[in-house]
């Protein structure tokens, strides 16, 4: 039986967190670029800009880029997740969004984090809950998301190089954010992931 665009695109995504994980096992082995400048910080986030999806509408990754028009605004959203780390991908435009913290090498923890959003063909390429489980990974609950057509899936990779992937997806769009750390369990994926997502997307409740 032929593999559904959706589940193609779920394994996708987990191979996407992967990267992210190579990512930080290049930490370790090689110093920071020099010159380097650490990511926008800071605990408030950002006020959203007018317009955008809501309420089920479809999303366009050009809604998102209006809202948050940097690497360092989507960055406030998480500045407890890459506290101390560099910006090393930052690559943002009305077709993808493309964010990548990682740590110094000497940092107690060698970790990455990475931000990305894609667009997706509509409402059909949205997973459903029975395809995210059949994929291997766990369906995230969130009664906001899903009242505006979307879902989310948690990913998990164990070994040195650990990482949470939670994808959330509306139709149109899909963000990813992946935390991955060596030799330490990953602490940001599933519900409070997709709490950052939903403000990426403007989606509320």
């Known amino acids: 039986m032929p593999t559904s665009r959706p589940l193609t695109r ?27 400048e650490p990511a926008a910080g800071g605990g408030q986030s950002p006020e959203p800009a007018a ?10 990754v050009a809604d998102v880029v209006e809202r948050y028009p940097s690497c360092a605004a989507i960055g406030a959203l998480v500045s407890a997740q890459i506290e101390g780390m560099e910006l090393v991908d930052d690559a943002v435009d009305s077709e993808s969004v493309r964010c990548m913290w990682k740590s110094p090498t000497n940092a107690d ?13 509509g409402a059909g390429d949205v997973p459903t ?19 505006a057509g979307g879902i989310a899936n948690l990913g998990r990779a ?5 990482s949470l992937t939670t994808v959330t997806n509306v139709p149109g769009v899909y963000v990813t954010l992946t935390q991955t750390k060596l030799g330490v369990d990953p602490d940001f994926g599933g519900t409070p992931a997709v709490a950052a997502a939903k403000q990426l997307l403007g989606i509320d409740g």
């Open 10 to 36: 779920l394994f996708a995504a987990l191979a996407l967190g992967c990267g992210a994980a190579l990512l930080a096992s290049c930490a370790a082995a090689a110093p920071a670029p020099a010159g380097s």
């Open 51 to 60: 317009g955008g999806s809501q309420g089920g509408g479809a999303y366009t």
């Open 109 to 121: 923890v060698i970790a990455s984090f990475g931000a990305t959003v894609d667009a997706n063909t």
């Open 129 to 147: 809950k029975d395809i995210i489980e059949l994929s291997g990974l766990e369906y995230v609950p969130d009664a906001g998301l899903e009242a």
């Open 158 to 162: 164990v070994g040195d190089l650990r």
